[in-house]
């Protein structure tokens, strides 16, 4: 498979972002965007540099293409995903992959009945400092690792309160920060340990309940979660955009012989034993196109899962690294168990000591 002819379902992010960077990248050819909300054609236009602009996503299934990017909201992951899937096309799906576990085990499970292949948008794995952490903790820089402490703060509070959030103030249309960066945050969490949740606790809160227009909402602004991975390290995800002031995102993972610190994506920090921090330089960010400022922020991520999107596709196989749908399960199942814990106040048994699903 030389290009890739891909479709895309949803005007907002996938017309901003998506469609630019997929053609930029010589891999993939854009041949057709869908608004799900009857937006201005000429405006999806001019953001994604796509002409075929569609006012009904199932149309897109009628297209000669490969590739589906689901990048709706999450309410509507399953029933696009499925119905591409069931057409015979390969899906990108946006992250959360749904609006539960049970229905990305339905997702995945249609997949692999078609032979299909299914990725994640789980791009932030391939930022060059988040990769560095991986291969640090992998390579046994740190030795075992004992704890895990990952925090981030947006100054988001005055914009929450002056705006609408729509569907992503909604609980049950798939809203909520948990699921916006605490997908990310947990999927961070497996890939760069190669572990899995063995238990958790979390807190979910909405600090600003109302917005624009007497907007009422009940989806999360800020949570934390903390826990038990199988192999016994334990770990602390602490974010919340209901702030005024921007701390960024620092991460520190601890180890028996060391500790690897990160702050915002762009340093990494060594420390061995006694010795003082040192500076671990990162690998060379793959060269940006021109693209649109706010398409260019996501181009150290999203060109490297691109390059393994092409590579999965070309031969069939998941390429280094890339997220799957099962990754995006085993993000959904930490996703679902969080929001219980934060409704019934219970701690979370979510796998046995050698890894077995104890929950759901």
Known sequence: MDVVRVGI??????????????????????????????????RVRAESGVEHVLDDWHRLLDLPLDLLVVAASPALHREITEAAL?????????????????EAESMESVRRAKGRIGAVTFEFRFR??????????????IGRVLHVAYAGQDPRYAQLRSARL??????????????????????????????????????????????????RRDADDAFQVF?????????????????????????????????VALADDRTVRLQRGGDDWQDVALPEAAAAPELPDVAGGYASALLPFLDRLHETLATGRPAADLPTFQDGVESQRLLDAARYS????????LRTPGGQVLWP
């Open 9 to 42: 379902a949803g005007s907002g992010f996938g017309a901003r972002i998506h469609a630019p960077m997929l053609r930029a990248h010589p891999g993939f050819e854009p041949v057709a965007i869908a608004s799900l909300h009857r937006g201005d054609p000429d």
């Open 86 to 102: 069931q057409r015979g096309l390969h899906v990108l799906c946006e992250k959360p992959m749904a609006l539960d576990l049970a």
């Open 128 to 141: 060059p400092a988040r990769a560095t952490v991986r291969r640090l903790v992998a390579e046994g820089a």
């Open 166 to 215: 729509g569907w992503l103030g909604s609980r049950q249309q798939g809203g909520g920060r948990l699921g916006a960066l605490g997908s990310h945050m947990f999927d961070s969490l497996r890939y760069w340990t190669g572990d899995e949740v063995a238990e958790l606790s979390a807190q979910l809160t909405t600090h600003v309940a109302e917005g624009a227009e007497g907007e």
């Open 227 to 259: 826990g038990r991975l199988v192999s016994g390290a334990t770990f602390l995800l602490d974010y919340s955009s209901a702030t005024n002031r921007p701390s960024g995102w620092q991460l520190e993972v601890q180890g028996t012989e060391g500790t």
């Open 342 to 349: 934060s409704d019934t106040g219970r701690r979370m048994a």
